[in-house]
């Protein structure tokens, strides 16, 4: 079955950086474009960044672009997202998603806890 294993939250101060990964299983990673979402308390989870399955197309949220970057390697099955110049409304859970048809899919890992504060 699927598998999606988020990796690399914690705890930051404003302007600090974090990579966060999520490793794969379960179908042909490749063959897909993969999203990372995020939650926050009290809020709807929201996509941040997508890829495209071969890597050459992504897409941001406004309020990172600029800051993170999102990319995969197809050989390890995993997508990673680089987030920089952190600010504290960047505080959520993190998930990534395995998009079929262009959309969000019921595929999510377990998320990890990304924590922006001084």
């Known amino acids: 079955q699927v598998q999606l294993v988020e990796s690399g939250g914690g705890l930051v101060q404003p302007g600090g950086s974090l990579r966060l990964s999520c490793a794969a299983s379960g179908f042909t990673f490749r063959n897909y474009a993969m999203s990372w979402h995020r939650q926050a308390p009290g809020n709807e989870r929201e996509l941040v960044a997508s890829i495209s399955s071969a890597g050459g197309s992504t897409n941001y949220a406004n309020s990172v672009k600029g800051r993170f970057t999102i990319s995969r390697d197809n050989a390890k099955n995993t997508v990673y997202l680089q987030m920089n110049s952190l600010r504290p409304e960047d505080t959520a859970v993190y998930y990534c998603?395995?998009?079929?048809?262009?959309?969000?899919?019921?595929?999510w890992g377990q998320g990890t806890q990304v924590t922006v504060s001084s």
């Open positions: 998603n395995r998009r079929i048809g262009g959309r969000t899919s019921n595929d």
